[in-house]
């Protein structure tokens, strides 16, 4: 199951279209391992009523910036997280939410990758209210 898991995150990481991010998930566990290119991506997140939503983003960078903003389903941006840098710098950082009565339905997360280097790690997930 790791081996499947690895494989799909090495297939999204270096596919040029990440299509399959159309299909929400009931479950968000990333790491991204950024090399210094510049790309955008949305990740969708399924919430169900009555559950408590957990989400954070972590990561370190050499140049370049990192952006992830998240939007609930009507659109509203909820939170987000950056990363910017001067040339040559290091920047590190973690953006921890946890949201008792998430909005259910389709939820966003945007990255903007501009030419950083590093990793984020990206992990959403609900569980029962009072948990």
């Known amino acids: 199951m790791k081996k499947l898991l690895l494989l799909s995150l090495l297939t ?18 990333k790491t991204l391992e950024l090399d210094g290119s510049s790309f955008q991506k949305e990740i969708k997140l399924m919430v169900r009523e009555e559950k408590t939503l ?44 946890v949201n008792t009565d998430p909005i259910p339905g389709i939820w966003v997360f945007k990255i903007d990758n501009s030419k950083s280097k590093g990793s984020i790690s990206l992990s959403a997930f609900q569980n029962n209210r009072g948990l």
């Not at 270096?14 to 929400?24: E, G, K, L, M, R």
């Not at 983003?57 to 370049?64: D, F, L, R």
């Not at 987000?80 to 973690?94: P, R, V, Y």
Request: aromatic letters at 10%.
């Open 12 to 29: 999204f990481l270096t596919a040029s279209s990440f299509s399959q991010n159309d299909v929400p998930q009931n479950r968000i566990k």
């Open 54 to 97: 957990r989400y954070s983003v972590k990561g370190k960078i050499t140049g370049g910036k990192f952006d992830v903003k998240i939007y609930d389903p009507n659109g509203k941006k909820e939170n987000g997280f950056l990363l910017s840098t001067m040339e040559g710098s290091n920047a590190k950082g973690s953006l921890i939410e």
